[in-house]
């Protein structure tokens, strides 16, 4: 009797989770392992500023209960960094020096957010709300109704600025061409939604340059956000400009990669035995004639589930109609497809 096949997925987020799932109902028998750097099983990340209602343990936020993965005969190595990919012997090395070897790889390994490179020099007076970690953190540095200053705000920044609104903290959105991305807004459509954030209770400060960021002691918010004319003083500066895939272990690895990896609209990468899903990837769109990211917590999900059909032998390809566009909701508020979780 032939072994079973031994799957491997980087990352263990919405396109990965997703994966594992459906290869458990398509092979009953093989094996499969995913490997993530995180300490944390997959949460719902879009939920983290339930930090902010006083939710303080990550379970809370599980998709899955722990014992779930057991069940489905999936191995999931935490605390583990993948650094580099062989595709000649099929294994990935890890940080702790280990190899793991696949029959067949997915690269779900999602992205980080992006830091323009004027800002780069200010990173550590800047909060990240990527993690669990991340958003409790940010709790601990706002005091109540404490101001949430926001540089770029992307969709992703724009959905935690709504929740964080609703919970009573002050909002100031530099807005930079990042605002509404991945959504691309023409200047008429732009005006008519930056009304509609301030009708949100944020405020928008437009056609401004943040020339530094400073921390502060001498009492009030702890950071001075310099910009080319006066200066804003906020608890926290979150930057939200978008997203970088993170793929720096697959350099090296032979296939090709663009920002994101590339895949073909069935999600294979340029090596036979790797797939690609979710932040990660960008495909091949027949229909606009270049490669393109699928952003957006649904999009990603059908990634996960068409990359494992294919990796088990069907040819199915993701569906490449553009998405629907940003929009003003019968609350006057401004709403997206993007927000949509399930
Ligand atoms: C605060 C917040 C709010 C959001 N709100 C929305 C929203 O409103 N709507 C929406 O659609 N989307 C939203 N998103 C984005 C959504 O969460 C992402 O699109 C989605 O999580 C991407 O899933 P993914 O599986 O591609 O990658 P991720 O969920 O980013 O998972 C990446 C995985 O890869 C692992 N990994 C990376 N590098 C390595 C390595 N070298 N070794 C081992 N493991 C590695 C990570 O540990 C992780 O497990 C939000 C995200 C955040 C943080």
């Not at 009492?219 to 804003?232: F, I, S």
């Not at 906020?234 to 895949?263: H, N, Q, S, Y």
């Amino acid at each position: 009797m032939s072994e079973p096949l031994h799957y491997v997925i980087i990352g263990t987020g919405a396109a990965g989770t997703e994966a594992a799932l459906h290869l458990r109902q398509r092979d009953a028998d093989c094996r499969i392992t995913m490997v993530t750097a995180g300490r944390l099983l997959f949460i719902r990340r879009y939920e983290l500023p339930k930090v902010f209602d006083g939710v303080e343990d990550w379970r809370e936020l599980l998709v899955y209960p722990p014992e779930f993965y057991d069940e489905h005969g999936i191995t999931v190595r935490r605390n583990s960094w993948v650094t580099n990919v062989d595709p000649e012997r099929r294994v990935l090395g890890m940080r702790h020096k280990e190899e793991v070897s696949y029959d067949r790889l997915l690269v779900a390994s999602g992205g980080g957010g992006y830091i323009p490179a004027g800002l780069s020099e200010y990173r550590h007076l800047l909060q990240r709300f990527a993690t669990f970690g991340d958003a409790i953190r940010m709790r601990q540095s706002l005091p109540e109704g404490g101001r949430v200053i926001m540089l770029g705000a992307d969709m992703t920044g724009l959905d935690l600025a709504r929740k964080l609104t609703a919970a009573g903290f002050r909002l100031t959105v530099v807005a930079t061409e990042q605002l509404f991305w991945p959504h691309e807004v023409s200047p008429r459509k732009r005006t008519r939604f930056v009304k509609a954030l301030v009708a949100m209770g944020i405020e928008v400060i437009q056609g401004r340059a943040v020339a530094g960021i400073e921390a502060t002691n001498s009492g009030g918010p702890a950071r001075r956000v310099v910009m080319d004319k006066g200066d804003l003083r906020g608890d926290v500066v979150i930057p939200f400009f978008g997203l970088m895939p993170t793929l720096d272990f697959m350099v090296g690895a032979g296939v090709d990669i663009e920002r994101g990896l590339l895949v073909n609209p069935q999600l294979a990468t340029t090596d036979k035995n790797i797939w690609a899903a979710g932040d990660v990837c960008q495909i091949w769109s027949p229909e606009e004639n270049h490669y393109r990211f699928y952003y957006g917590w649904k999009n990603v999900k059908m990634m996960g589930r068409i990359a494992a059909l294919n990796m088990t032998g069907d040819n199915e390809a993701v569906d490449t109609v553009k998405e629907e566009d940003l929009f003003i909701n019968a609350n006057g508020e401004i709403d997206s497809p993007f927000w949509e979780y399930d």
